[in-house]
């Protein structure tokens, strides 16, 4: 049976659990689609999909919103949802659950994940959470994972999964999704050291909001960033700069010690 696991990751750790995830279920060949780069998939292909990004100001991506807008009905189709997060989840999961709901996804089971931090002004706060996630956090995830192999494995058979509702918790249920404007904040006006930059174009490759144009070097278009850090953390010789960052606390992709837990 064939599955597809949608994801958005800025930085590396939603892709690498999404990898993890795929090998660890048994029942189904689930295949990866970055929706960042990949654009829309033709659903009617699998049999159930995955939904994975990371929690962005408490909530989901706006990208995340753009590609639920841009999709078909897909009505009765099993999905779950995942997100994975530094600081705290907010309603993510909740939020990704509601919009592949919107699309006529009945929503079979869901799970946050505590990672380490990818946002540079909370790194800088020494709010890095590199040892994430701790056994019972990781247990955690390895239960969700044999629940999901269960149902798939039911829906395989021709039978109904059993349902596991969405649970995010009283704290995260009650924090509002902070506004994206703080981010634009946080990060301050994109500039670029003429004399480290080698108009690789790296930079305008990971920006998923195509605010980036290259002439030859970087040129941002501020009405179209939102602000996700993608072309700073990535630069490689921490080219581009803001007032408040000069390339330190970049998080360009997972730590060593969570490739070790999830690879």
Not at 90 to 116: C, D, Q, V, Y
Not at 125 to 154: I, M, S
Not at 207 to 217: F, V
Request: charged share 20%; glycine share 6%; net charge positive.
């Amino acid at each position: 049976m064939k599955g597809i696991i949608c994801y958005y990751s800025g930085s590396g750790n939603t892709k690498l659990i999404c990898e993890s995830l795929k090998s660890q279920v048994t029942c189904a060949e689930f295949e990866l689609h970055d929706i960042a780069k990949d654009g829309m998939p033709d659903l009617s292909q699998y049999a159930v999909a995955g939904f994975a990004t990371f929690t962005d100001f408490l909530g989901a991506p706006h990208l995340m919103y753009s590609f639920f807008e841009r999709m078909a009905q897909q009505p009765g189709k099993f999905a779950f949802v995942l997100n994975t997060y530094g600081f705290m989840s907010g309603i993510t999961l909740k939020t990704l659950a509601k919009l592949a709901e919107s699309r006529g996804f009945i929503i079979m089971s869901g799970h946050s994940l505590h990672t380490p931090e990818n946002y540079p002004p909370m790194r800088k706060r020494n709010r890095t959470y590199d040892h994430a996630p701790v056994p019972k956090e990781h247990a955690k995830f390895n239960d969700f994972v044999a629940l999901l192999d269960t149902q798939v494995n039911a829906i395989q058979a021709g039978a109904t999964p059993e349902i596991a509702p969405i649970r995010i918790g009283l704290i995260n249920s009650i924090l509002p999704r902070m506004p994206r404007t703080q981010s634009k904040k946080d990060f301050g006006i994109q500039q670029v050291d003429e004399g480290k930059c080698t108009a690789c174009g790296i930079c305008k490759q990971v920006c998923p909001y195509s605010a980036i144009e290259l002439d030859p070097k970087p040129v941002f278009d501020h009405q179209k960033c939102f602000g996700c850090w993608a072309c700073y953390n990535h630069c490689p010789s921490q080219a581009i700069f803001t007032p408040k960052f000069k390339g330190d606390f970049q998080y360009a992709k997972p730590v060593t010690e969570l490739n070790d837990k999830f690879s």
